[in-house]
């Protein structure tokens, strides 16, 4: 199995800043697929962006242009950036791994875009 650990949500005004970090408890430097997700009141999780090993992503309409996704495979790390934040950005944000069979996900952290 594969721990995820997520760090680096928080209150932000609108238009502001975060970055959320995620780190393995293994290595990630194999072939794998990375990404975050969220998940509001009232609705299921869905897609943030992903990151392949190859540095390949991909990102959600709602969120080009705002959110970069990258990883830093020497850290066992993957991060994302949150610039221009939005009240319907407020979720709780999950990391993922998918590779070697494993399909892991993190605890979750909250990020809340409020005046």
């Known amino acids: 199995q594969v721990q995820l650990v997520e760090s680096g949500g928080g209150l932000v005004q609108p238009g502001g800043s975060l970055r959320l970090s995620c780190a393995a408890s293994?290595?990630?430097?194999?072939?794998?697929?990375m990404g975050w997700y969220r998940q509001a009141p009232g609705k299921e999780r869905g897609l943030v962006a992903v990151?392949?090993?190859?540095?390949?992503?991909n990102y959600a309409d709602s969120v080009k242009g705002r959110f970069t996704i990258s990883r830093d495979n020497l850290k066992n790390t993957i991060y994302l950036q949150m610039n221009s934040l939005k009240p319907e950005d407020t979720a709780v944000y999950y990391c993922?791994?998918?590779?070697?069979?494993?399909?892991?996900w993190g605890q979750g952290t909250q990020v809340t875009v409020s005046a």
């Open positions: 293994r290595s990630i430097s194999s072939i794998n697929v």
């Open positions: 993922n791994y998918k590779g070697q069979g494993f399909d892991s």
């Open positions: 990151i392949s090993s190859l540095g390949h992503t």
